[in-house]
Nanobody, 126 residues
């Protein structure tokens, strides 16, 4: 089984930046596609970004395009989400997830993921 642990969340002012990290342990990290999702209070969980096994393909929700960057370091078993120009509407709990799927078009759906982290809170003040 894969265990995922997010870190790097916190409180920032609008326009600021955060880098979230997700450290994986257990089975081979590099064999999984990885994704980030977020859920704001009273709202549905939504897709943020995903990255393929080798890091050659990345996918972003429209909400984060141009502001967010997903990357991975397989040697460190870690995936990152760099978030710049943060807005109050980015406030949410951010979750890291791992998927065994080869069908990357499914990675915008939470159902495509096999393992989830505990989440890290991101709060952006206005």
């Amino acid at each position: 089984q894969v265990q995922l642990a997010e870190s790097g969340g916190g409180l920032v002012q609008a326009g600021g930046s955060l880098r979230l990290s997700c450290a994986a342990s257990g089975r081979t990290f590099s064999s999984y596609a990885m994704g980030w999702f977020r859920q704001a209070p009273g709202k549905e969980r939504e897709f943020v970004a995903a990255i393929s096994w080798g890091g050659g393909r990345v996918y972003y929700a429209d909400s984060g395009k141009g502001r967010f960057t997903i990357s991975r370091d397989n040697a460190k078993n870690t995936v990152y989400l760099q978030m710049n120009s943060l807005k109050p509407e980015d406030t949410a709990v951010y979750y890291c997830a791992a998927s065994e799927t080869s069908y990357y078009y499914t990675l915008t759906r939470g159902s495509a993921y096999d393992y989830w982290g505990q989440g890290t809170q991101v709060t952006v003040s206005s």
